[in-house]
């Protein structure tokens, strides 16, 4: 069964570092998605992306933070000068169609010593 | 209650039993999703039901819809060790997005 993949599982970075975390979605998808969940808390949205650009966006989202499909498989999310507060599990999904079920990652937990 | 909020927050059942779990929403919405979370793992999609619909069955799994109430409901019937696990629900609005409550601790003790 095709799955959302991420990669690194775990990255540890210092503050004011930047840090790309890759997703590969379901190849056929079109929809692609990231979240975050701060531990204990909930998840939350970040970005949605569509035909190679930003649909929506929600305020955790700033001039920080860019997404980006740079060929036909891989979506990454970068944070340009990573924060304390940016530590968090990160999670990307994808799915076919925008009111269809989404399909999570298995997540990339970030720390920022 | 917020946005996909649900309740209890924290069940322990006995393994057989059947667990219930409840979320509430403020907005309209295009459909509504649960998923589970093992411990500090990724979210594993359950169940999908869209807002024209008023229950659905999947294996163990039951959900309702009340879109009068703004609420639904996840019922796992026979409850097993293996369904210990966080599970939220989570609402597509008008955007492009889900939105996730705070979750429902269940544990399925032996």
């Known amino acids: 069964e095709p799955e959302v993949t991420q990669t690194p599982s775990h990255q540890v970075t210092q503050m004011g570092q930047e840090v790309i975390l890759r997703c590969v979605p379901i190849s056929n998808h079109l929809y692609f998605y990231w979240y975050r969940q701060i531990l204990g808390q909930k998840v939350e949205f970040l970005v949605s992306?569509?035909?190679?650009?930003?649909?929506?966006k929600s305020e955790i989202f700033d001039d920080q933070f860019s997404v980006e499909r740079p060929d036909g498989s891989n979506f990454t999310l970068k944070i340009r000068s990573t924060k304390l507060e940016d530590s968090a599990m990160y999670f990307c999904a994808s799915t076919g169609g925008y009111t269809d079920t989404q399909y999570f990652g298995p997540g990339t937990r970030l720390t920022v010593l | 209650s917020q946005q996909g909020e649900e309740d209890p927050q924290a069940l322990s059942i006995q393994e057989g039993e059947n667990a219930t779990m409840n979320c509430s929403y403020k907005t309209s919405i295009n459909n509504l999703q649960w998923y589970r979370q093992n411990s500090g793992r990724g979210l594993v999609h359950l169940i999908l039901?869209?807002?024209?619909?008023r229950e659905k069955h999947s294996g163990r799994l039951r959900v309702t819809l009340d879109t009068s109430k703004k609420s639904s409901s996840l019922l796992i019937t026979a409850s097993r060790a293996a369904d210990t696990a966080s599970y939220f629900c989570?609402?597509?609005?008008?955007?492009?997005?889900?939105?996730f409550g705070t979750g429902t601790q269940l544990k399925v003790e032996l």
């Open positions: 989570a609402t597509l609005g008008g955007g492009n997005k889900l939105t």
């Open positions: 992306f569509y035909n190679n650009e930003i649909s929506e």
């Open positions: 039901i869209r807002s024209n619909e």
